[in-house]
């Protein structure tokens, strides 16, 4: 499975930002879709994850701002980020399970700065 991210960039304390991924190769039912970040010097941390039936689960720092989304038949994921602070900046990481399989696309970076 392969994972071509987009989105991120430099946004102001309080913006928005829209992070983007696309899966392709062998996927099959069941599988699920999300977002991981690593802050500089700490290790990579669940943001939140969606599976193909709609089930979803945030991390406790998301508090409301994030939405995630996806589109089972294109094998996207959306990330929604609203109210964005300083602390939100990171690496963030799309991820990819099925099959008891973990799937990382390359890191796009966030930062969140005045």
């Known amino acids: 499975v392969q994972l071509q991210a987009s989105g991120g960039g430099l946004v102001q304390p309080g913006g928005s930002l829209r992070l983007s991924c696309a899966a392709s190769g062998n996927i099959f039912s069941g599988n699920v879709m999300g977002w991981d970040r690593q802050l500089r010097g700490q290790e990579r941390e669940l943001v939140a994850w969606m599976m193909n039936n709609g089930a979803v689960k945030y991390a406790d720092f998301v508090q409301g701002r994030f939405t995630i989304s996806r589109d089972n038949a294109k094998n996207t994921v959306d990330l929604q980020m609203n109210s964005l602070k300083p602390e939100d900046t990171a690496v963030y990481y799309c991820?990819?399970?099925?099959?008891?399989?973990?799937?990382w696309g390359r890191g796009t970076q966030v930062t969140v700065s005045s």
């Open positions: 991820h990819f399970m099925q099959r008891g399989q973990k799937y």
